[in-house]
């Protein structure tokens, strides 16, 4: 019997959107939570290199804090979904998708929403990550 080749991955496998957001991007909020703009302090799950900028892409999930906003919002830290990025990246199709900025959803450490609507068009390969983000978006592109 001949002896078949391994195939590395997860059992959902997630094809690797290429990296547009960096730990000290800043992001405009895309939900209705109070903030306005956060900046990016870390991405948990990602390995590195030493040294190496931690990085992130559509649909990845990121640790923000808020600049711009309510008061009671500012200097908080919280995780956000990425929902569209500047950088173009390729999909499986062979199209390109870039977004005019870039953006993110706030959640709770649990992953629900501490907003009720999405403004604005959210990438496809972030609703089909996160169904609530699906569930919340006007756009989806």
Do not use: H
Request: glycine share 10%.
């Amino acid at each position: 019997m001949p002896v078949r080749a391994k195939k590395g991955g997860a059992a959902f496998p997630r094809r690797r959107v290429s990296a547009g957001i960096q730990v000290g991007t800043r992001l405009v909020v895309a939900d209705n939570s109070g903030a306005k703009e956060v900046v990016v302090i870390g991405v948990p799950e990602i390995k590195t290199r030493l040294r190496r900028i931690p990085y992130a892409g559509v649909g990845d999930m990121v640790v923000v804090t808020v600049k711009k906003g309510t008061p009671d919002m500012k200097g908080q830290v919280f995780r956000a979904i990425i929902v569209r990025q500047k950088k173009p990246y390729r999909r499986p199709d062979g199209t390109w998708v870039a977004f005019e900025d870039n953006a993110c959803v706030i959640v709770t450490q649990e992953g629900t929403p501490k907003g009720r609507e999405i403004r604005g068009p959210v990438a496809r390969e972030a609703a089909e990550r996160w169904s609530f983000i699906s569930n919340m978006a006007t756009i989806i592109v």
